[in-house]
């Protein structure tokens, strides 16, 4: 078993890394470094434990995967302009991710284009209802996702 701690770095000492610790040893097993600028916001493991995603706080925002056995950075996209709070891969599908926070829940495909593999977001649209914070979310059996808002909606 794995254990992720992402870390928040002060502005002399240069980017933050996430480190991969043996559970329940706590022996560090993998570095992974380049994911952001300052900080972490929040680390998601896929589910067959292969791949880490990560999201990077302010001032970049960006969405990271990767492949931690061998601590290579695969794709690395802005995740949103404002605050990501959460990243979690599909149930259901390796090649798929989601992101909500300040304003948005952001919808994700890993797609194999003529340049390679890149990520592919697209924002969540809720018709009428304002522009909230998606505080958290749920994937549903058949894909499809729930989310909740800061007013409770």
């Known amino acids: 078993s794995l254990l992720a701690v992402a870390e928040r770095a002060a502005p002399s000492t240069g980017a933050p890394a996430v480190y991969l610790y043996e559970w329940p040893g706590l022996c560090v097993r993998r570095v992974l470094r380049g994911g952001t600028e300052r900080s972490f916001a929040h680390l998601a493991f896929s589910p067959d434990g292969s791949r880490l995603a990560t999201v990077g706080a302010a001032p970049d ?21 404002q605050d990501v709070f959460t990243v979690r891969f599909s149930q259901s599908d390796a090649g798929r991710l989601t992101t909500s926070g300040t304003g ?19 924002i ?4 009428r209802v304002d522009l909230s914070d998606v505080t ?3 994937e549903m059996p058949d894909g499809k996702v729930v989310s909740g808002s800061e007013a409770g909606r």
């Open 61 to 81: 925002f960006l969405l990271a995967v990767w492949d931690w056995s061998s601590e290579r950075l695969l794709l690395k996209a802005k995740a949103f302009a």
């Open 104 to 122: 948005h829940i952001r919808f994700w495909r890993m797609a194999q284009t003529f340049t390679g593999l890149k990520l592919q977001g697209v």
């Open 124 to 127: 969540g649209k809720f018709g």
């Open 136 to 138: 958290a979310f749920a």
